[in-house]
């Protein structure tokens, strides 16, 4: 069985394998000062009745990778994969530069590339909410990087004296009648303008119309206050590129998957 590794900034999410179908799937916290002990401990207890026998791993957080490696390889006893632009990602990384492309961004890319219609925008709500574009020539062409929706609750209460920490949660009312009501406005509703506004801006620099994917755990929330629903929603579409990443990096030279 195939395990895949999103580690991001606030969390790890595990996805794993058998063949195409995804069987299971954990969240971790993104704990840079958990000793490699504790991570060997967590991932024999979360895959004891599993037989691990690949990993591919993508990352955003450096200080995790060779800790979450060796955590792999203790564990599993097999070499994990790690997810960057030099290995082989099925598509053109068509940035101005290549190696500044994240390793999740790349995932996503990889995965709207194989299971949607080009061009393609996919929305993924994490630490940051981005969005990764992929053309009808099947370029990664590059996308948009700006808060999360949990980040900007967290800036919003680090630096000011009276606001108040609050969670993401329903935005009932534009008009917010009190200060967490008002803050609910601003990051749901406002992140979502930003969002309706950013597709017709990138679909006018495309030239046409793409097809519109979200992912991300807050992908469901948001979509409610779009005037443009997204086209599909698909919670796993980074594991699903992990995975497909991994069979095309497995896969004889001149062979083809998908």
């Known amino acids: 069985m195939l395990l895949a590794a999103d580690i991001g ?5 595990l996805g794993l394998f058998e063949e195409d179908a995804l069987v299971e799937e954990f969240r971790l916290a993104s704990d840079r000062d958990l000793p490699l002990e504790e991570y060997e401990v967590l991932l024999k207890s979360l895959f004891k009745d599993f037989k691990v026998d ?32 030099e290995i082989n990602t099925g598509i053109k990384i068509a940035l101005d530069n290549p190696a500044e492309a994240g390793a999740d961004r790349i995932a996503n890319a990889a995965g709207a590339y194989v ?6 925008i996919v929305v993924d709500f994490g630490t940051a909410t981005t ?8 370029e990664f062409i590059g996308g948009v990087i700006a808060p999360g929706l949990s980040l900007q609750m967290k800036v919003l209460n680090k630096f000011t004296s009276k606001l108040p920490r609050i969670d993401v949660a329903i935005s ?6 009190n200060t967490a009501d008002a803050i609910l406005s601003g990051v749901i509703r406002g992140s979502a303008c930003m969002i309706d506004g950013l597709v017709k801006q990138c679909e006018k620099e495309l030239g046409e119309t793409a097809v519109l994917v979200a992912t991300g755990g807050y992908s469901g929330l ?26 095309l990096n497995s896969l004889p030279v001149g062979e083809k998957q998908f």
Do not use: M, W
Not at 131 to 138: A, C
Not at 223 to 237: A, M, V
């Open 9 to 13: 900034n606030t969390s790890i999410t």
């Open 54 to 85: 690949g990993c591919i791993i993508s990352s955003v957080v450096e200080e995790l990778n060779e800790k979450f490696k060796n955590a792999v390889k203790n564990v599993f006893k097999t070499h994990p994969l790690f997810l960057s632009p």
């Open 172 to 177: 009932n009312n534009a008009i917010g009648h």
């Open 222 to 247: 948001i979509s409610s206050y779009l005037k443009r629903p997204f086209d599909f929603i698909n919670p796993t579409l980074t594991l699903e590129g992990l995975r497909y990443l991994y069979q």
């Open 115 to 120: 299971l949607y219609n080009k061009p393609v």
């Open 131 to 138: 969005f990764d574009i992929v053309n009808r020539n099947g």
